[in-house]
């Protein structure tokens, strides 16, 4: 079946520690994104990327990273410049200016 | 970027219809408007999504309002699994960013037994 994988479905970081996200697509969808979510809030977007070996920044790239080196795949690194990482991650992918397709989230947690 | 307005909070029976609205008062003429929800703990999924015409899938309706600044997702009959949060988002593919989507913090829809 199409659709959008990712793993782990749960993460525990310890301080100082970078974590990488991992997030694939068998939809041949050229854009993807990384979305985070805050219990009770909306979801606000961390970095999208349109088409391979490019992305650009959302509303919260700060201690963030990606890479985009193949269609199906947008891993997102959480670097220890991030402060606040305990959130719910999203990653979604779309045929440009088409509905998202979400995966079913990760939960990162801070020991 | 075009901005909506929900309600935070909504509540129904179930086998009832639901209308949730939706304000967007500073719409443009190519905005379109779209639907997702999210259930407990899982990523949204897109429900539906209209221009100016009134639309219908198997999930939901979408009736927009004849000057386009508010519209209202319809489930025409309730059930416990449509218990989530909706979200109403505009998108405007002729404009640069709309590849975007911004996503406010929605209506939470309960649904009781």
């Known amino acids: 079946d199409g659709g959008i994988t990712q793993s782990p479905k749960y993460l525990f970081r310890k301080e100082g520690q970078n974590v990488t996200l991992s997030c694939e697509q068998n939809l041949n969808h050229d854009a993807m994104y990384w979305y985070r979510q805050d219990p009770g809030q909306g979801l606000r977007l961390i970095y999208y990327s349109q088409i391979v070996n490019d992305f650009q920044k959302g509303d919260i790239a700060e201690g963030y990273s990606v890479s985009r080196e193949k269609k199906e795949s947008f891993p997102l690194t959480v670097t220890s410049a991030q402060k606040n990482p305990t959130a719910f991650y999203l990653c979604?992918?779309?045929?440009?200016?088409?509905?998202?397709?979400f995966g079913s989230g990760t939960q990162l947690s801070v020991l | 970027d075009a901005k909506t307005t929900q309600p935070n909070s909504m509540e129904s029976n179930e086998e009832e219809p639901v209308h949730l609205p939706c304000n967007h008062s500073t719409i443009s003429g190519t905005d379109y408007i779209h639907w997702y929800r999210q259930l407990p703990s899982q990523g949204p999924e897109y429900v539906i999504h209209?221009?100016?015409s009134n639309v219908n899938n198997r999930m939901a309706s979408l009736a927009i309002a004849e000057d386009r600044k508010s519209s209202t997702l319809i489930l025409h009959r309730a059930t416990l699994r449509d218990a989530a949060v909706y979200y109403c988002i505009l998108r405007n593919p002729f404009q640069g960013g709309s590849e975007k989507l911004v996503f406010g913090k929605g209506t939470k829809l309960t649904v009781n037994p």
């Open positions: 979604a992918s779309s045929i440009q200016y088409e509905k998202l397709f």
């Open positions: 209209g221009l100016t």
